[in-house]
């Protein structure tokens, strides 16, 4: 998993609830990636990051919000969470931030009751 | 969404044919293709990418082949075993100001002994 480990792999939460995700890289790769997958719709980002302090948004974003403190970490916060967001949620790298394949973390599964 | 799709949803092959995937793709304007395997649980696992300038990589079992006439990308695995069944996804980038890595929605493939 190119030095990724995601916390906690799996989790039950309450609607309504806050909840974040860590992801964790040992590589010092600038760029980090949070992706939901749901069936039927593939993977979609959710929110980048290309730096310390240096986020943006993807194309699912709402109801989410990242940090980037360290360039080892990346959080992805659930400010309040809804059942929509019931999803399994992968991290990525990559060294750069164009024409570069992006190495995946092995997922956070989340349900949200 | 963007249409990089896959014409065969499941495909089933004997242990020892070979297997080819396909995957079509909108956008003209891409340059870089990656192709990821998936296997249950786990993190989308990089397989093999090909740039725009090329018409054809291989790797050890893998080819990918481009057809940007048509833009059609097909995954040919040789020899397939059963530590092949996985989803497999197409992945394409587009360059958007940052790399944005637009994917299929995956086919399944299922090696029988």
């Known amino acids: 998993d190119a030095g990724i480990t995601q916390s906690p792999r799996h989790k039950v939460t309450e609607t309504g609830t806050p909840v974040t995700l860590r992801c964790h890289q040992t590589?010092?790769?600038?760029?980090m990636y949070w992706y939901r997958q749901d069936p039927g719709h593939g993977l979609r980002l959710i929110h980048y990051?290309?730096?310390?302090?240096?986020?943006d948004k993807g194309e699912v974003s709402d109801g989410y919000s990242v940090s980037r403190s360290k360039t080892e970490d990346f959080l992805l916060t659930l400010e309040s969470a809804t059942s929509s967001q019931t999803s399994v949620y992968f991290c990525?790298?990559?060294?750069?931030?164009?024409?570069?394949?992006?190495?995946f973390g092995p997922g956070t599964r989340l349900l949200v009751l | 969404g963007e249409s990089v799709g896959l014409h065969l949803p499941t495909l089933s092959v004997q242990e020892g044919d070979n297997s080819i995937i396909n995957c079509a793709y909108s956008?003209?304007?891409?340059?870089?293709f990656i192709w990821y395997k998936q296997e249950s649980g786990k993190g989308p696992q990089f397989i093999i990418d090909?740039?725009?300038?090329?018409d054809k990589r291989q790797g050890q079992r893998v080819t990918v082949l481009l057809n940007k006439t048509v833009k059609h990308l097909s995954l040919q695995i040789a020899a397939t075993q059963p530590g092949d069944s996985a989803v497999y996804f197409c992945a394409e980038i587009w360059n958007t100001g940052f790399q944005k890595l637009v994917f299929g929605t995956g086919t399944r493939l299922l090696v029988s002994p």
């Open positions: 590589e010092n790769h600038r760029y």
């Open positions: 090909i740039r725009s300038n090329m």
């Open positions: 990525a790298i990559s060294v750069s931030g164009t024409q570069e394949t992006q190495y």
């Open positions: 990051s290309y730096g310390v302090k240096d986020t």
């Open positions: 956008n003209s304007a891409s340059d870089y």
